[in-house]
């Protein structure tokens, strides 16, 4: 599914260049749930701008699904982003003047998806995610937890192989938070897989796996064995 091969990430040059990733290995297979966890400035924001082809590595490779996306054309790595990959930010990212309705419309709209079909999608995924009765709220009359759940209703509409999540709770309350991970994790089980990066270990602890990051170093990983309450630790 993610195959990563020696990332090197590197920003500017001569004196003032400064190295986010060095040598990077790492892969995800197909239905897993993976936590990149690590402080601030550790890389793994850079590695999901990679992984997510946002940006690409200074050197190394990238294989999604088999095909080596590292020299690809922005113009087809924004194909890839829009067919492949579900999105969601700390932030939300969502467009305020429109509806929870036509936010989550706009990657089908980038797809050539007909407008009725479009609102038919939309509409169902948002019942999904428990907010049938929010269609035609704008974001400022959501909650943090609403928003977010617009944010993944919106990176699941256009079926992706992989969801990539950023930091998915950091805005939100403690009750917010859990929902949130709750939905993730039905994700996961209806065979999505799932790379979250997180600082926060409450957060990682519902993944399959947990990858460490540090000085753009994967420096540890650890394995889960998965319960209802979370996960029990076993470490590799």
Not at 9 to 28: N, T
Not at 102 to 114: F, L, T
Request: hydrophobic share 35%; net charge negative; glycine share 8%.
């Amino acid at each position: 599914m993610i195959k990563a091969e020696n990332i090197t990430k590197i920003y500017g040059k001569g004196e003032i260049a400064v190295r986010a990733l060095h040598e990077v290995s790492f892969s995800v297979e197909e239905g897993e749930f993976v936590a990149i966890m690590g402080p601030s400035g550790s890389g793994k924001s850079t590695l999901m701008n990679i992984l997510g082809c946002l940006d690409t590595a200074t050197s190394g490779r990238y294989i999604l699904n088999g095909t080596d996306v590292s020299n690809m054309s922005d113009k087809e790595l924004a194909r890839i982003r829009n067919r492949k990959i579900g999105f969601i930010f700390q932030t939300f990212n969502l467009l305020p003047r429109l509806t929870a309705l036509k936010n989550v419309e706009q990657p089908m709209i980038y797809r050539g998806v007909r407008k009725k079909e479009r609102e038919e999608i939309a509409k169902r995924v948002l019942t999904e995610v428990g907010l049938d009765d929010r269609l035609h709220h704008r974001p400022n009359e959501l909650s943090g937890g609403q928003r977010q759940r617009v944010a993944i209703a919106r990176a699941l509409v256009n079926e992706p192989d992989i969801i990539l999540a950023d930091e998915p709770t950091g805005n939100l309350d403690s009750k917010s938070e859990e929902d949130i991970l709750n939905i993730l994790r039905e994700l996961n089980e209806r065979g999505i897989t799932l790379v979250v990066v997180t600082h926060d270990y409450s957060v990682a602890k519902y993944a399959h796996r947990i990858v460490h990051f540090r000085d753009g170093e994967i420096v540890k990983e650890e394995r889960l064995l998965q319960d209802d309450g979370g996960g029990s630790l076993e470490v590799d």
